[in-house]
């Protein structure tokens, strides 16, 4: 069982760093911050809590995110 709580939490970090890497992208392409779906900007509020969002919280809702 640890074995496979080990796994998870390494599965979840890689998960975790690819976000972020994908953020890092995304500002280097000058589209961070912005709705992927919409292309409003993220509120600030909404990239403090999840720094790696790509949706604003209504596309979000709306593409069940």
Do not use: M
């Not at 690819?18 to 995304?26: K, L």
């Not at 280097?28 to 790509?54: K, S």
């Amino acid at each position: 069982t640890s074995l496979f709580v080990g796994s998870v939490n390494v599965y979840k970090r890689q998960i975790r760093l690819a976000q972020v890497d994908d953020a890092i992208a995304r500002w280097d392409a000058g589209t961070y911050g912005i709705c992927a779906n919409c292309g409003r900007p993220i509120p600030q509020a909404r990239l403090e809590v999840r720094p790696f969002a790509t949706h604003c919280v209504a596309c979000a809702e709306k593409l069940g995110l």
